[in-house]
């Protein structure tokens, strides 16, 4: 299984970004999703969820509002729509597949791991 996060980058506070996440080596359109990141001397964080349908998503508190996941499993990809970002956003971005039944804010429901893209956001 391989994960190909994109579309990390450098943006003034108030901008946005997109982030894609293309997964190969399973059957995308029978895996839920999700999206972490994890900032420099932070543990990684829960940031949202999407099913495998696309019908259900769930936000982390932190982001609910500003960001949305969406995907399409024609192309194989889930994206993170990411606007009103703030300089506490900066972190590196990772998009992961859930393959356990727990709930989908916990790390380790989820079993497969993209490399991660870096977002940095400036004051």
């Known amino acids: 299984v391989q994960l190909q996060a994109s579309g990390g980058g450098l943006v003034q506070a108030g901008g946005s970004l997109r982030l894609s996440c293309i997964a190969s080596?399973?059957?995308?359109?029978?895996?839920?999703m999700g999206w972490f990141r994890q900032a420099p001397g932070k543990e990684r964080e829960f940031l949202a969820y999407?099913?495998?349908?696309?019908?259900?998503?769930l936000y982390a508190d932190s982001v609910k509002g500003r960001f949305t996941i969406s995907r399409d499993n024609a192309k194989n990809t889930v994206y993170l729509q990411m606007n009103s970002l703030r300089p506490e956003d900066t972190a590196v971005y990772y998009c992961?597949?859930?393959?356990?039944?727990?709930?989908?804010?916990?790390?380790?429901?989820?079993?497969?791991w993209g490399q991660g893209t870096q977002v940095t956001v400036s004051s």
């Open positions: 992961a597949v859930k393959v356990g039944v727990g709930a989908p804010i916990r790390e380790h429901e989820y079993g497969y």
């Open positions: 080596g399973r059957t995308f359109s029978d895996d839920a």
């Open positions: 999407i099913s495998w349908g696309g019908g259900s998503t």
